[in-house]
C-alpha cells in the first residue's frame, strides 16, 4: 500500500510520473486509510461519503496519463469536498441534514467542474456543522445530524472547530492530501487552526459559488485547505474562475494563475506586515508566545514590522447572515429534484419538529428566526450590515495603502476577512499546553492572494510546526 503520509502534492505527481505510483493506487491507499483510521477504533468521523466512482476515475486519468495527457495540477489527486457542495454525481449532496439525505444534485457545483477540468480525484464528501453552522445558536462545531460528531484528533476532550470541521480533520488526519471547505464567517480559519493545518479564504469573487448550499450571497465563499502552503497554492489554482452565474466573480480578469510560482523562499525580505493586537490580552500564555516568537522570526528574515495598528472590528456580519440566507436556501431548494421534498426554509423547519429525535439535538432556533425574515433585504438592520461592511472595507484599504502594507498579522480570529471579502490564511505556529494546534490570522488585499502564499510560503519554510496527530 502506497505511503504518502506527510507527502506534499509535488512529491506524489513525482511519484505519479515516475510510475513509483499510479493514481488508483494512491485512491486505495486512501479508502483504506478512511476504514481504519476516520472509521477505527477511534471514529474522527470525518467523511461523511466515499465518491463510489473514485477508483474508476482515478484508473481513467492513469490511462490518460499513459497517453501523455496531462490535465492539469491536480492530475490524479484526490481531493475531499465539504458536504454542501454539489457533485452531480453518485454522492448526496446534504449539508450534513437528514431533511436533505437524499438530494442528489443534478450537475456539478462550477468549483467542482474545475477540478475535474484539472484531473481531480473528488474522493468523498466531508462532514460538516450542519447547515455550514447556521441552524442553532449553540450547535457543536463539527456536529450534523447525518454525520454525527467530527472529533478532533489532537484532544478528543475539545471540538474540531468548524464549520468545515471535517474538511479539515480529513487533512490533518493525511486521509486526502487537500480539501474544500466554505466560508461566511470564519469557516475555513477556525477549523484549520484548530487541527494544525493550512487554510485559505479567498477574496470573495476569487472562486464561484454556484452549487454550493449557500448562507449569504456577500459572504460565502469555498477555499482550500492543506497540510501546507504548497499542496493549498496548486488547489487554489484550479478553483479560480470566472462564472456567469456568480456575478462578484467577474469583478476580476478571466485569467489561468498558478499560484506556484509565488512559493519563493525568501520573499519576506523588505516585505511590510502590520500589526494588530486588539484582542492580544484575551490569549492565552501559550499564544502569546507564538505570537510575539512569529514576529521576531518575520523580523529576523528582513521583514518590515509595523507595529499597533488599530483596527476596527465589525460587528453586524450577523445582519447580513441572517436576512441573506432565506431567499438564497429557498432558490437552492428550488433547483433540487423530487427526491427531496423540502422545497423552502419552511420546509426544513417543519420537518425537523417532525423527526425532532433525530434532527434537533441542538435545536433550529437560527433556522426560526431567519424564516421570521421577510426576505426581501430591504430593511434597516440589514442595510446597516451592508454599510459596516463598506465602511471597514475602506478603512482597511486605507490602512494598507498608508503603510504601504502587504500583510496584516492578527493576534487572533477577527471578523474581517469573511466581513469584508479579504483574503486570509493561516499556518500553524505552536500547540497549547492542551496539544491543540495554534494557528496564526493573515489578511491581504483584495485579490492578493499571492502576498499570502509568497510571504507565508517562506514563514513556513522557516518555522515549520505542521506536525501529524497519530504520530506516524
Request: charged fraction near 25%; proline fraction near 3%; include cysteine.
Amino acid at each position: 500500500m502506497y505511503n504518502y503520509i506527510e507527502s506534499n502534492i509535488f512529491e506524489i505527481k513525482n511519484d505519479l510520473e515516475s510510475g513509483k505510483i499510479t493514481s488508483y493506487d494512491l485512491v486505495l491507499s486512501l479508502l483504506d486509510r478512511i476504514a481504519n483510521v476516520d472509521q477505527g477504533e477511534v471514529k474522527f468521523n470525518s467523511i461523511l461519503e466515499i465518491n463510489p466512482d473514485a477508483l474508476n476515475i482515478a484508473k481513467a486519468l492513469d490511462f490518460e496519463r499513459s497517453n501523455g495527457k496531462v490535465r492539469g495540477l491536480m492530475h490524479g489527486i484526490p481531493v475531499v469536498l465539504k458536504d454542501n457542495i454539489n457533485t452531480g454525481d453518485k454522492m448526496h449532496t446534504t449539508a450534513g441534514s437528514i431533511s436533505l439525505k437524499k438530494n442528489f444534485a443534478s450537475k456539478d457545483a462550477f468549483i467542482v467542474k474545475r477540478l475535474r477540468d484539472e484531473g481531480a480525484v473528488i474522493l468523498g464528501k466531508a462532514n460538516l456543522t450542519e447547515f455550514a453552522n447556521f441552524m442553532s445558536y449553540n450547535m457543536r462545531n463539527g456536529y450534523s445530524s447525518l454525520g454525527g460528531e467530527v472529533l478532533c484528533p489532537w484532544n478528543l476532550k475539545h471540538d474540531p472547530s468548524g464549520s468545515s470541521a471535517g474538511s479539515a480533520v480529513s487533512v490533518t488526519l493525511n486521509l486526502t492530501p487537500v480539501s474544500i471547505g466554505s466560508e461566511t464567517g470564519g469557516s475555513i480559519m477556525s477549523p484549520s487552526m484548530q487541527n494544525g493545518v493550512v487554510g485559505m479564504k479567498p477574496t470573495i469573487g476569487l472562486v464561484s459559488r454556484t452549487g454550493i448550499i449557500p448562507i449569504s450571497s456577500t459572504l460565502d465563499t469555498a477555499g482550500p485547505i492543506g497540510k501546507n502552503v504548497t499542496d493549498v497554492s496548486i488547489l487554489l489554482s484550479s478553483l479560480r474562475g470566472n462564472d456567469l452565474d456568480d456575478p462578484v466573480t467577474l469583478t476580476k480578469n478571466d485569467e489561468k494563475v498558478d499560484y506556484t510560482k509565488y512559493l519563493i523562499e525568501g520573499s519576506l525580505k523588505g516585505a511590510r506586515i502590520g500589526i494588530d493586537k486588539n484582542r492580544y490580552s484575551k490569549l492565552s500564555d501559550e499564544a502569546k508566545t507564538a505570537f510575539k516568537d512569529l514576529i521576531s522570526v518575520m523580523k529576523e528574515a528582513g521583514a518590515v514590522i509595523v507595529e499597533d495598528l488599530d483596527i476596527k472590528q465589525p460587528s453586524l456580519i450577523f445582519n447580513i447572515m441572517k436576512h441573506e440566507f432565506k431567499r438564497n436556501i429557498n432558490k437552492y431548494l428550488s433547483t433540487t429534484s423530487t427526491n427531496v421534498k423540502v422545497k423552502t426554509l419552511k420546509d426544513i423547519v417543519k420537518y425537523n419538529e417532525k423527526h425532532e429525535i433525530v434532527a434537533l439535538k441542538y435545536g433550529q432556533k437560527l433556522l426560526e428566526d431567519c424564516l421570521a425574515t421577510d426576505g426581501k433585504m430591504n430593511n434597516k438592520e440589514y442595510l446597516d450590515g451592508l454599510l459596516e461592511r463598506d465602511e471597514t472595507s475602506k478603512s482597511i484599504k486605507r490602512i494598507f495603502e498608508e503603510h504601504k502594507l502587504d500583510l496584516i498579522y492578527f493576534s487572533s480570529y477577527t471578523s474581517i476577512g469573511p466581513e469584508c471579502g479579504f483574503p486570509t490564511m493561516t499556518i500553524p505556529i505552536g500547540y497549547s499546553k492542551e496539544n491543540i494546534p495554534l494557528g496564526s490570522y493573515f489578511l491581504a488585499n483584495h485579490f492578493k492572494e499571492d502576498k499570502l502564499i509568497s510571504i507565508l510560503y517562506s514563514l513556513e519554510q522557516l518555522i515549520n510546526k505542521r506536525r501529524n496527530p497519530l504520530n506516524e
